[in-house]
């Protein structure tokens, strides 16, 4: 196989260990590109597995980058939500959307950076302790010790309860429905007790500066917005689709695009609900936002 074709077998891996690693599918393009460099000044005769190679110098950047950027990260105004991940709902999950949750990559995000990348690559992408400790220059045991305190934080993110796309989808329709008609008791029956919603602006969009916990907290801070900006009765769906592996869509308000993902509870009703504002987390999206959704 040639250099350029070793590299392109490998090139969606790497673009999903990268954007679990730094939640950013624009930052995840950067290091595949940054790994493909370096793959070409590599000497080919030098390298027994080509797989292998890539997977070390793809997570290898992706740590420089997350020690690079802790300080931005920690000065980040408001919450932090990872950058969309869109895919249309008429096709088959590219991913498994636990494996891409809003709610699994909030909770990487509280790792460091080592745990991260041991966790992702032992029990995400099956790498033996091994190969693992070789790519990040430890030992079995401490990358051993890593991964069990990552899993004690990323367990409770992993979903309870399989919901099936038709029945999420239902529910962000109804809930989209009803924000339409300035319905607040209809929100209010479609959100679980403890439903939380995390909004992202990143200092540059208007948002909530801190996670709303509880029905009446989302339903409240839902009615200020009916009241200011007539939001989100005013907005339109660019798109439905599924982003992060929840049903949702693109919108276009009077501010620009903006995402909202519903994460259903397993019982029936909206557990959480995303909004990402940050333009720059929605650069992409132009390009992807051109189709009318579905009035199937």
């Known amino acids: 196989m040639s250099e350029a074709g070793a590299f392109e077998a490998e090139r969606p891996r790497l673009l999903r260990l990268a ?9 995840a393009e950067d290091v595949a590109q940054d790994t493909w460099l370096r793959w070409q000044g590599a000497d080919p005769s030098a390298i027994a597995d080509p ?8 997570t290898r950047l992706c740590l420089d980058r997350l020690r690079a950027d802790k300080a931005r990260r ?5 919450p932090w939500l990872p950058e969309p991940l869109i895919e249309d709902l008429a096709e088959d999950p ?5 494996d891409v949750s809003v709610a699994f990559l909030l909770a990487l995000e509280r790792l460091s950076p080592l745990e991260r990348a041991v966790f992702l690559l032992h029990d995400v992408f099956d790498a033996d302790y ?19 305190r990552a899993r004690d ?6 979903p309870r309860f399989a919901v099936a796309q038709a029945e999420a989808a239902q529910l962000a329709a109804a809930f989209m429905d009803a924000a339409r008609r300035n319905d607040l008791a209809g929100l209010k029956t479609l959100l679980a007790e403890d439903a939380v919603m995390i909004s992202d602006g990143g200092g540059k969009r208007g948002a909530a500066l801190r996670p ?10 839902i009615k200020g917005l009916f009241w200011r900006q007539n939001w989100p009765a005013e907005a339109e769906v660019v798109r439905l689709a599924r982003i992060n592996g929840y049903p949702g869509a693109i919108l276009r308000t009077y501010d620009g695009l903006s995402t909202v ?8 009703r909206i557990g959480a609900i995303y909004v990402v504002r940050n333009p720059e987390k929605l650069r992409g999206l132009e390009s992807v936002a051109i189709s009318p959704p579905s009035q199937a």
Do not use: I, K, N
């Open 19 to 27: 954007y679990r690693m730094l939640g950013s599918t624009s930052e």
């Open 94 to 98: 590219l991913e498994r959307a636990e």
């Open 74 to 78: 920690a000065a980040y105004r408001g």
């Open 153 to 158: 934080h990323v367990r409770d993110a992993r």
């Open 212 to 221: 709303l916990v509880g029905r009446d907290d989302v339903v409240g801070f």
């Open 261 to 268: 993902a519903f994460q259903p509870d397993g019982e029936g």
């Open 51 to 58: 797989a292998a190679w890539l997977v070390r110098a793809a």
């Open 130 to 148: 091994a190969a693992v400790a070789e790519t990040l220059g430890r030992s079995e045991a401490a990358c051993r010790q890593l991964a069990a």
